[in-house]
């Protein structure tokens, strides 16, 4: 796993100090690489604006592209366009604190900071928490028209409620003693 994941490492020892511009792809084969997540396939662009000082870096990520997901409606996969912004903190030394939001702190011996782990984790925070066709400009009468009938008739027709088992009415007369 680390050898394809390395792809997305950055570099930065022998960078001068200023902007520098990353560009990665995470495709079909990034996301294989976490087999224990709900994304298998997607296409997002990613520009990393690195901006190199003597112990800060400023990372700002711009990802857009899409991902395939299921449709919580007619539970249908269909490509879902997401996008993210943000900004990345990389700082040479201990930590202050415990808990600093987008800030990473690296040994001063390292040479490279490696994004997979971001990248992929922000990917799955830019989902949102309900899917399904008509998000985020896709078209709602892509749904399974088949899925969403059948989920239909069963609301409209519930099952019949099941005799209780006289053992349970048993118990019920002890408790109500």
């Known amino acids: ?20 511009l990353f ?3 995470l495709d079909d084969a ?5 087999p224990e997540g709900e994304i298998s396939e997607g296409h997002i662009e990613t520009q990393i ?3 190199k000082q003597n112990n800060l870096m400023e990372l700002t990520c711009n990802m857009s592209g899409t991902v395939q997901v ?3 409606r007619c539970l249908e996969r269909f490509a879902l366009p997401i996008e993210y912004n943000g900004t990345l903190f990389v700082k040479t030394g201990n930590p202050q ?3 600093e939001p987008d800030v990473i702190f690296i040994s001063e011996h390292e040479h ?9 984790e922000n990917t799955c925070l830019s989902l949102p928490i309900r899917r399904y066709h008509g998000l985020n400009g896709t078209n709602a009468n892509d749904c399974d028209a088949d899925m969403l009938e059948r989920m239909n008739h069963d609301d409209q027709n519930p099952a019949e409620p099941t005799t209780e088992d006289p053992r349970w009415a048993k118990l019920k007369e002890l408790k109500n003693k």
């Not at 796993?1 to 520098?20: C, N, P, Q, R, T």
């Not at 990034?30 to 976490?34: D, L, M, T, V």
Request: proline fraction near 0%; charge should be negative; hydrophobic fraction near 40%.
């Open 1 to 20: 796993m680390a050898d394809k994941l390395y792809a997305y490492s950055i570099d930065f020892k022998g960078l001068e100090v200023g902007k520098h």
């Open 23 to 25: 560009e990665f792809l």
């Open 30 to 34: 990034f996301f294989a690489e976490y």
């Open 49 to 51: 604006m690195l901006h």
């Open 70 to 72: 299921e449709c919580d």
């Open 97 to 99: 604190t415990d808990s």
């Open 112 to 120: 490279r900071l490696n994004l997979a782990q971001y990248l992929y």
